[in-house]
Structure formats: structure tokens, C-alpha cells
């Protein structure tokens, strides 16, 4: 089983960017579609974005597209998500999560699917 950890949470003003990383350990990265997803305070946790094992494909919560870009290093056993444009409503605990080692063509937005999560990273977005 893969273990994650991200980092790059803080505090920014609405319209800039952060870049979180997610690092995984305990197994290679290559075996694993990976993804993003979010809890706002009060809020059940949410999609955010997903890449395939090879980085071939990706997918995003309409909330986000054209803002957000997901991409992965499988040589350096990382994932990251790039956050541009950021507004208030992404204030959120951030959440890198794995899941089980595939070689599928398909991506998944279900939190079901993914089986490895990390602890979460902190983004605050002030107006």
C-alpha cells in the first residue's frame, strides 16, 4: 500500500495561486491512478481532479476546470495539483488520495475507488 503525504497548503488572496504536492512512499507511484479532493468546513468531502496511472488522461469537477491543473512525476513518486484564479468557495482541506494498483484506461471521480489517502493539506483563500 502506498502512503501520502501533501504539502503547499496556506493562506491566499482570492485571484492567486498555490501548487500542492502530494509525495507517495512504500510503493511506486507508476501503479496508481491518483486524485484530489477537497473538504470545506461543513461540507461532505468533493471531487477535485484525477490523473491516470501514465498521465495519459485527466479529469475535473466543473468548479474547478480551466483553473486548477493536475499532473504527476512517477520518477520522483509525485503528484501535483496547480491552483490558479483561486476563489474564496476553494477554502478547504486539501486531500491527495490512490487508488488501488490498476492499469485500467478509465479514471474514477468516486472517493470509493480511491483506497490510500493523506492527511490533508490546509488552503484558505481570503476576499
Known amino acids: 500500500q502506498v502512503q501520502l503525504e501533501e504539502s503547499g497548503g496556506g493562506l491566499v488572496q482570492a485571484g492567486g495561486s498555490l501548487r500542492l504536492s502530494c509525495a507517495a512512499s512504500g510503493n511506486m507511484l507508476y501503479l496508481y491512478n491518483m486524485a484530489w479532493f477537497r473538504q470545506a468546513p461543513g461540507k461532505e468531502r468533493e471531487f477535485v481532479a484525477t490523473?491516470?496511472?501514465?498521465?495519459?488522461?485527466?479529469s475535473y469537477a466543473d468548479s474547478v476546470k480551466g483553473r486548477f491543473t493536475i499532473s504527476r512525476d512517477n520518477a520522483k513518486n509525485i503528484v501535483y495539483l496547480q491552483m490558479n484564479s483561486l476563489k474564496p468557495e476553494a477554502t478547504a482541506v486539501y486531500f491527495c488520495a490512490a487508488s488501488a494498483p490498476t492499469t485500467t484506461l478509465n479514471l474514477t471521480t468516486q472517493d470509493g475507488d480511491f483506497h490510500s489517502w493523506g492527511q490533508g493539506t490546509q488552503v484558505t483563500v481570503s476576499s
Open positions: 490523473i491516470l496511472w501514465s498521465g495519459g488522461s485527466t
